[in-house]
């Protein structure tokens, strides 16, 4: 499952550079003017996940292979982009690809970096930001919804109900809330993601913190978390620049670096764990002499769902799966002490995949 997480924000809030120290990578510039970045800039990056080195080192395994997340660099939004301003609708376009959104907002004074609307606000760059969304949603949806009257009037139950759906999100943009901010039952939630609204997409509000605040966060970013809680979104404190030069610095020289920060781990993992928080994901793993793997599926899939992000095949024919906790897999050293424990199981197509769970598929194809 390859997770793609949008970074947006206005120009020279330090998404670049955020993005710079997520993928180990300088192939998005970085530079104090607005649209350094002018086709969004792409990065595959590996989970954090210290459960797969305990596993490995059990078997032992060749080869880990963790699961990965992509990270999407967009280009600095402006006021008007909505109409074609700066780079306009080509930015919008890119968003819609996501599966989420993270909104960068500066939460730092430096003099030396200019802002594009000439003062610090976090506040008025998320609202500058979201606004910009709401009206290419509000676009959207206006064109959409007299096509949608005429299908729903000849009985189209489907046009029907996305007509309901497309009202909702309407009645929501309009009160200058983002459509993400409407109750939708489990039955719509298919018809709601085709919709394809930009401001329905899970959003992570980054409050881009300076070096002095990276630990404890500040009083811009404390507010950034209270707007979230209010926008139905989350919100994590992250110092780009820090971050960036965690990026350059080996595994113990990491460690000795964040110790003196007041740091327990990089930005990367808050990031990560909150965008999987965000979307609801977790994590099961498959171990064996060749590979340690780490598969991300949605909390509540099933056995055979869990087996199709592996291969499809796998899920058409499964049969059962073998499943150890993870716990009972480390603390028993391996599937033959968790055997004779009687800790592996084997589980039916009902069964609901937990977070850790140490997996072997049987299919027939």
């Known amino acids: 499952m390859a997770l793609k997480v949008a ?3 206005l120009p020279n809030v330090g998404k670049s550079t955020l993005f710079n120290a997520l993928t180990q990578t300088a192939a998005a510039q970085a530079a104090n003017y607005p649209f350094c970045t002018i086709e969004p800039n792409v990065g595959d990056v590996a989970v954090p996940e210290p459960r797969l080195e305990k596993l490995a080192a059990i078997i032992p395994s060749k080869e880990i292979i963790p699961a990965r997340i992509n990270f999407m660099d967009v280009a600095g939004l402006v006021r008007g982009a909505s109409k074609g301003e700066g780079l306009g609708n080509q930015f ?8 989420a959104v993270a909104f960068v907002t500066r939460c730092f004074i430096d003099d ?3 802002h594009v609307e000439g003062k610090v606000d976090p506040i008025a760059d998320l ?5 910009e969304l709401m009206l290419a949603d509000l676009e959207s949806l206006e064109k959409r919804v007299p096509n949608l009257e ?4 000849t009985g189209d139950k489907d046009s029907a109900q996305t007509l309901r759906l497309a009202q909702l999100a309407l009645t929501e943009i309009s009160q200058g809330h983002p459509a993400r901010r409407a109750k939708i039952a489990a039955e719509d939630e298919k018809a709601w993601r085709m919709l394809q609204l930009l401001t329905s997409k899970p959003a992570l509000y980054v409050a881009n913190v300076d070096e002095v605040s990276a630990a404890a966060g500040n ?5 950034v978390a209270e707007r979230a809680k209010r926008d139905g979104a989350d919100s994590v404190v992250i110092s780009a620049q820090i971050e960036s030069e965690i990026a350059m610095l080996d595994a113990g020289e990491r460690g000795e670096f964040l110790e003196t920060l007041g740091l327990s781990e990089p930005g990367l993992n808050r990031l990560i764990r909150e965008a999987y928080h965000l979307l609801g994901l977790q994590t099961y793993f498959t171990v064996g002499p060749k590979e340690t793997r780490a598969w991300t599926i949605h909390k509540g899939d099933t056995a055979p769902e869990a087996a199709g992000v592996i291969h499809t095949d796998f899920e058409k024919g499964f049969i059962r799966a073998e499943t150890i906790a993870y716990e009972d897999y480390v603390r028993l050293n391996g599937e033959a002490g968790a055997r004779d424990a009687g800790k592996l199981r084997q589980e039916g197509k009902e069964y609901v995949v937990r977070d850790g769970d140490v997996l072997n598929f049987r ?3």
Not at 219 to 223: D, F, I, N, Q
Request: hydrophobic share 40%.
């Open 92 to 99: 919008l376009a890119n968003i819609r690809d996501a599966d």
């Open 150 to 153: 005429k299908r729903a009037k």
């Open 363 to 365: 299919f027939n194809v």
């Open 112 to 114: 030396d970096i200019t």
């Open 7 to 9: 970074i947006v924000g």
């Open 219 to 223: 009083e811009m970013s404390s507010l």
């Open 127 to 131: 609202e500058t930001i979201e606004t």
